[in-house]
């Protein structure tokens, strides 16, 4: 497997708490998906975007686009077509992060590469503030694509349960002042959160 990263933005949902179109809508001077892109880049050295509709990469700038497989709904079908592009890249791990999650951490790929490194029988390693996990940011074996398969024919839907059955490791951030893994999922969150500085 090649030692080159991947990083793979969900895209797929229909932002219905948002009113649609989530990856353009504006949080301060750039789009959702746009500084999910810039996030992405930052680190990896490929990056692409995973979408259940062209539309959802409209205006986002420069990333190969992955198309969310039929008939699977929510970010498992996103991770599907993350795991099923790095295969075919030849790549080791992907990375997953959501498109409306603005704030993460410099050192998310670091952080969760060394758990995985620590943890040989776990297939992937998911992000935790202390009180919750996050399941979207997530670094994944490709290995693991055959399991996400297999659970995702039997019908269910849950990152948090195909992360389980994946082993996976947890890593925490807890510094609560930087509420690093935020979801901006409302009209009110673009409004009254303040955006990150970008260059």
């Not at 996103?78 to 795991?83: D, E, I, T, Y």
């Not at 959501?98 to 992937?124: G, I, V, W």
């Amino acid at each position: 497997m090649g030692s080159e990263r991947l990083c793979v933005v969900l895209a797929g949902g229909a932002g219905q708490r948002i009113g649609g179109r989530k990856p353009q809508r504006l949080f301060g001077d750039r789009s959702l998906g746009a500084l999910a892109l810039s996030l992405a880049a930052g680190f990896a050295d490929h990056v692409a975007l995973a979408v259940r509709d062209p539309a959802q990469a409209e205006g986002l700038g420069p990333a190969e686009l992955l198309f969310d497989p039929p008939g699977i709904e929510g970010p498992l079908a996103g991770v599907l077509s993350a795991l099923t592009h790095g295969a075919r890249m030849g790549v080791a791990q992907v990375l997953t992060i959501p498109c409306d999650t603005p704030r993460l951490p410099d050192d998310l790929y670091t952080r969760l590469a060394a758990a995985l490194e620590q943890s040989p029988d776990a297939l992937a390693a998911r992000a935790s503030d202390g009180a919750h996990d996050h399941p979207a940011c997530a670094l994944w074996r490709v290995e693991a694509l055959g399991p996400v398969q297999r659970y995702a024919h039997t019908g269910r839907r849950s990152l948090h349960g195909a992360l389980s059955e994946l082993n996976a490791a947890t890593v925490e951030w807890s510094e609560p002042d930087m509420d690093w893994f935020l979801n901006i999922n409302t009209r009110d969150q673009l409004k009254s959160t303040t955006p990150p500085i970008t260059d």
